[in-house]
């Protein structure tokens, strides 16, 4: 080794040296960096034991001068081989776009070290081993019996490189096993799972089971849910309101488009598929537990059961559910005109809503014929985007529209989940069709609220007479139920 013993080789290492430390700190690449750390540290390992070494030619001690020179010459090739693999896999990284598995990296220098530490050994010790290990038959018998599950999986862990069925940062199900890939090594696949677990299979075992990857590509991901609904609910009713929950959660992708599909009469339920899309992997069970939450609520607003083999038994005093709600409407000064046998009429009209957390009651600029009632919870009311109150048991909303036809003039989304009573334009109809004095009070009252609540959000048309607005409610109270004027 001439070369290797000449001052052009020690030249060269230290200028080696110097590019490696400069790179090192420049890149951004993380996994070069960890790289060239390896050959920093056989580099600078070279230095300092070719240091030492002149300082042994001054000693008359011929071993350790020999052994000194092997290491420094050792450390020379294993950090010329680090640098030239760190270098080529970054090249490979930068064309595919992907990362490099660490036993690939591995493989690449265990071979490499072996091809440039057999001529120094040879050289400088007399030591052959190619043929030691041609005429130990014996000795690789024994080997290859001891290491014959070692050997296995590394085998099938190259056989996973080469083929690629997965990679790190894919999201994979092998066996009874799912999780994210975080690393693909010698004798086994170490995963992640949504636990936060570590889970290392062998690469053996990879290799004998089927391997459902789940995000390979960056892609949409797919997520199914099966529903078993009452055979009493339309299945395009109940499409409607899949398809409207689905539209609402901010995971759901518009493209691909969700599905909704019936798959088969069941026993007691028909049988739906719902299947949606989402981009992001990492967030797929809290997309899942929004479309379970909101489809709850939209099932119970629509009056479509979710049937379970279970006997219930209700045992509840009669008209308990109707005397609480009379009760709520009673204290209302919207109602202050009815006599108490038409609030009772209105509470027996009145059916329970229920809305989950940052659902929409009321969305501002559209048309309502629903009248709400809050019974629990609280309500989040704004208006052209920013929050102007908070409205709690016994506050109502939505009356102006339902009874003027104007369009909603603000949004209420539920600041938590809320129980509402819901009354319609039929249950007014009514009590205005048998007395119709009833529609100028009722005016009257409308109008006065309208005036507080412009006054509070000090709009212009506070400054409009409180008889002329009552009288335009009025007007417009007689168009919508065709009241005689």
């Known amino acids: 080794m001439p070369f290797l013993q000449?001052?052009?080789?020690?030249?060269?290492?230290?200028?080696?040296?110097?590019?490696?430390?400069?790179?090192?700190?420049?890149?951004?690449?993380?996994?070069?960096?960890?790289?060239?750390?390896?050959?920093?540290?056989?580099?600078?390992?070279w230095l300092a034991l070719r240091l030492l070494d002149y300082g042994f030619g001054y000693v008359d001690f011929h071993a350790v001068d020999k052994l000194s020179r092997v290491a420094w010459m050792l450390a020379f090739a294993f950090g010329c081989v680090r640098t030239f693999v760190a270098f080529a896999l970054w090249g490979y990284r930068r064309l595919n776009v992907g990362s490099t598995p660490k036993i690939l990296r591995d493989l690449i220098d265990f071979v490499l070290y072996a091809v440039a530490a057999l001529p120094i050994l040879k050289t400088q010790l007399?030591?052959?081993?190619?043929?030691?290990?041609?005429?130990?038959?014996?000795?690789?018998?024994?080997?290859?019996?001891?290491?014959?599950?070692?050997?296995?999986?590394?085998?099938?862990?190259?056989?996973?490189?080469?083929?690629q069925p997965f990679a790190t940062g894919d999201w994979i199900s092998v066996g009874e096993f799912s999780g994210k890939v975080i690393?693909?090594?010698?004798?086994?696949?170490?995963?992640?799972?949504?636990?936060?677990?570590?889970?290392?299979?062998?690469?053996?075992?990879?290799?004998?089971?089927?391997?459902?990857?789940?995000?390979?590509g960056g892609g949409a991901v797919g997520l199914e849910l099966e529903l078993g609904l009452s055979y009493s609910a339309p299945p395009n009713t109940v499409r409607t309101e899949v398809f409207a929950a689905l539209s609402e959660i901010a995971q759901v992708m518009k493209s691909p488009a969700p599905i909704c599909r019936v798959v088969r009469f069941g026993d007691s339920a028909i049988i739906y598929l719902v299947r949606f899309f989402v981009a992001d992997f990492d967030a797929s069970q809290l997309a899942v537990d929004e479309a379970y939450t909101r489809l709850w609520y939209r099932f119970s607003r629509a009056g479509i059961e979710i049937p379970f083999p279970q006997v219930v038994v209700h045992r509840a005093a009669e008209g308990s559910g109707q005397a609480a709600h009379l009760g709520l409407l009673s204290r209302l000064d919207l109602f202050a005109p009815f006599s108490a046998e038409q609030k009772a009429d209105l509470a027996r009209a009145a059916?329970?809503?229920?809305f989950g957390r940052g659902e929409a009651l009321i969305r501002e600029g559209e048309q309502g014929e629903t009248f709400y009632v809050v019974v629990d919870g609280e309500v989040q009311v704004s208006r052209g985007g920013a929050e102007v109150a908070r409205l709690q048991r016994g506050a109502y909303l939505g009356e102006m529209s339902l009874l003027t036809g104007d369009p909603r003039s603000a949004t209420v989304i539920a600041a938590t989940d809320v129980v509402v009573l819901e009354l319609d334009r039929e249950a007014f109809a009514r009590h205005f069709a048998s007395q119709p004095e009833r529609a100028q009070q009722l005016s009257e009252v409308l109008a006065k609220r309208r005036s507080e609540l412009d006054a509070v959000a000090t709009t212009t048309d506070a400054a409009v007479p409180e008889q002329t607005r009552a009288n335009e409610i009025l007007r417009r109270l007689r168009s919508i139920f065709r009241l005689q004027g």
């Open 126 to 163: 007399q030591i052959d081993l190619t043929s030691l290990l041609a005429t130990s038959a014996i000795l690789s018998v024994v080997l290859g019996l001891a290491l014959q599950e070692t050997l296995g999986n590394l085998f099938a862990g190259l056989a996973l490189q080469f083929e």
């Open 183 to 216: 690393q693909i090594a010698w004798r086994a696949t170490r995963i992640e799972n949504a636990r936060l677990e570590q889970i290392s299979v062998p690469n053996s075992n990879i290799a004998k089971q089927p391997v459902r990857n789940i995000t390979r």
């Open 6 to 45: 000449g001052n052009t080789a020690l030249v060269v290492g230290v200028l080696l040296l110097l590019v490696v430390g400069t790179v090192r700190a420049l890149a951004r690449d993380a996994t070069l960096k960890t790289d060239l750390r390896g050959a920093l540290n056989f580099l600078g390992a």
């Open 351 to 354: 059916v329970e809503r229920r």
